[in-house]
């Protein structure tokens, strides 16, 4: 899913007085989203708004929407919610050299035929453009100079334990919402007691994620899902409303896989054999069906990751250690969810309704290096850059400022791209 974030999104302290605001608008975004659509390759639809303004197309049209997502869109959007076709960075058709999307319904954990977007499209690219790539490299050290002002070199350590040093004028990370934080706390020096970057103490600190719930049911006709990609629209009207100043934002989404293994599972141990049973198998499976949510998590302190003082990882070096818990404005979210969960289920005609209001996460780690305009409360300012230290930008979704309810890859890539040209502006300075 390659989502762009709403306008409030990034001023949700001074629009719902929760969380915080970015330093930066939409509007400074809006020029790095369009280029990392067009980078990462988007097919999206442009006759359907979905609340962030475009100044230019998506790099291709939308796929098209299967049976079972165009009677969910109908049914909903008929009784008061919005659903929209979800953007995504998977091939409508052929564009970047990577071929049109086949339909094999496989996109998690990857596409078989690079129809879908993957990192690793990027980093063959950097190698072609002259970069190199060191594999099996861990960072666990970031040096700085005697005054503790600018970063000087990396070292790490490679699988045998053995280490080496790099040096550089410009310093970038980009190990995510986890390693990134633990790499800084990591480097201490008698200048940098506290680690790297981190005069304010919020280095590690303000973990977010999407705590999802979810539902399953049979709908009430034979809908075929497992046609196409695993998930292709989502409902959007709750991501945002005065309602955001008590409880959290979300985008609920339906999923489009056949569970033809949990399906059979269930009916093993009844007393149904052969044609029958093959019959039931395929009857349940063109009816089941889930819907699942990113509620929006706010930033709190308390929520934090710092290296372990006791657990080591197999090279030695400290594994996380992570303090998290999931607060009242999600939990009132989730209820309201549990609601329209219901309403929806009833819409569709559904049999057999089974809630998941168990939270689990949904691996979009933001927050550990929090963007702000003031020093004393953020880890980087507006261009990613260090508070403390010049040469030293972090890359990744733990600058995020706020969570939002969508996917964080597109407004990382876009961040990334406007990262580049701050340096590559600077770089060409003498
Ligand atoms: S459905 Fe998913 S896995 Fe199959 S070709 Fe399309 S993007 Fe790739």
């Known amino acids: 899913m390659a989502r762009r974030y709403l306008l409030v999104d990034f001023k949700l ?26 980078a990462l390759g988007v097919a999206g639809p442009d006759d359907e708004d979905l609340g962030s303004p475009r100044s230019a197309p998506y790099p291709m049209k939308a796929l098209t929407l299967g049976y079972m997502d165009r009677e969910f869109r109908k049914t909903l959007n008929a009784n008061g919610f919005n659903v929209v076709t979800e953007p995504a960075a998977r091939n409508s058709e052929d564009y970047g050299e990577r071929p049109q999307c086949c339909g094999s319904n496989n996109c998690m954990p990857i596409c078989p035929i690079g129809a879908q977007y993957s ?42 334990g053995s280490t080496a040093r790099l040096t550089a ?46 539902v399953t049911f049979l709908w009430g006709k034979p809908v075929f899902p497992g046609r196409g990609p695993q998930e292709m629209t989502s409902v959007v009207n709750f991501r945002d409303g005065p309602f955001r100043s008590e409880y959290a934002a979300k985008k609920l989404h339906l999923g489009n896989t056949a569970d033809v293994s949990g399906v059979t599972e269930s009916l093993l141990g009844k007393p149904l054999f052969g044609p029958a049973l093959d019959r039931e198998i395929r009857q349940r499976v063109a009816r089941k069906v889930s819907i699942g949510c990113f509620h929006e998590q706010l930033p709190e302190p308390e929520n934090r990751i710092v290296p372990s003082l006791a657990e080591r990882d197999a090279i030695g070096i400290p594994r996380p250690e992570i303090t998290y818990s999931i607060g009242e404005y999600i ?4 209820v309201e969810t549990h609601k329209a969960y219901a309403r929806i289920a009833a819409l569709l005609g559904a049999e057999e309704i089974e809630f998941d209001d168990e939270f689990a996460g949904n691996n979009h780690l933001m927050g550990t290096t929090i963007m702000g ?17 010049p040469n030293l930008f972090i890359a990744g ?4 400022s706020s969570a939002a309810s969508v996917n964080s890859t597109l407004t990382i890539a876009a961040l990334a791209i406007r990262l580049a040209d701050t340096i590559a502006e600077e770089a060409a300075q003498p």
């Open 169 to 214: 004028r410009f310093v970038v990370l980009a190990a995510n919402g986890i390693e990134t934080p633990k790499l800084m706390l990591l480097s201490t020096s008698d200048t940098l007691p506290q680690g790297l970057a981190n005069s304010s103490g919020m280095v590690g600190r303000n973990l977010m994620d999407h705590p999802g719930t979810t």
């Open 397 to 400: 979704s733990s600058v995020f």
């Open 13 to 38: 302290k001074s629009t719902h007085g929760v969380g915080r605001d970015w330093p930066i608008s939409y509007d400074d975004l809006d020029p790095y989203y369009q280029q990392a659509e067009e």
């Open 373 to 389: 305009a003031n020093r004393r409360d953020s880890v980087v300012d507006a261009d990613c850059r260090t508070h403390d230290h």
């Open 119 to 160: 990192g690793d499209v990027h980093a063959t690219k950097a190698e072609d453009a002259g970069a190199t790539l060191i594999e099996n490299a861990v960072a666990f050290h970031v040096e700085t100079d005697a005054d503790g002002k600018h970063a000087t070199a990396v070292r790490y350590k490679r699988p045998d």
């Open 331 to 334: 939990r009132r979210s989730a």
